[in-house]
């Protein structure tokens, strides 16, 4: 099945969960906080303000953080996806500058 996002939602896959802590301490699955980052796998076309569409912030294949009880979870062919409101996004995860650039 194909997910198309309506107005300013956005889809987004979890990307998985911290596992061990920064001090070495593995975590089970009951320990594990909801992640909180994922990557985007579908974005609407934006939502209307004064007649005109605002486009989103955001692109297929960003990564995010969003915020931790926002969204509607769907599990759609065996996937699990978020489905979120842009102003649920709160961060864009930024990539890593090209080494040896200034």
Do not use: F, W
């Not at 987004?12 to 990557?39: F, W, Y």
């Not at 996937?79 to 990539?95: P, Q, S």
């Amino acid at each position: 099945m194909s997910l198309e996002p309506l107005g300013d939602r956005v889809i987004i896959t979890a990307l998985g969960a911290e596992e061990v802590t920064a001090s070495g301490i593995v975590l089970p699955d009951t320990a594990q906080e909801k992640p909180q980052r994922g990557k985007v796998v579908a974005v609407g076309p934006g939502r209307y303000v004064d007649g005109t569409r605002q486009p989103l912030d955001v692109v297929v294949g960003d990564e995010v953080l969003y915020s931790k009880y926002g969204g509607t979870e769907l599990n759609v062919d065996g996937e699990d996806l978020l489905v979120l409101n842009e102003h649920d996004i709160l961060a864009k995860v930024a990539k890593a500058a090209a080494k040896g650039k200034k």
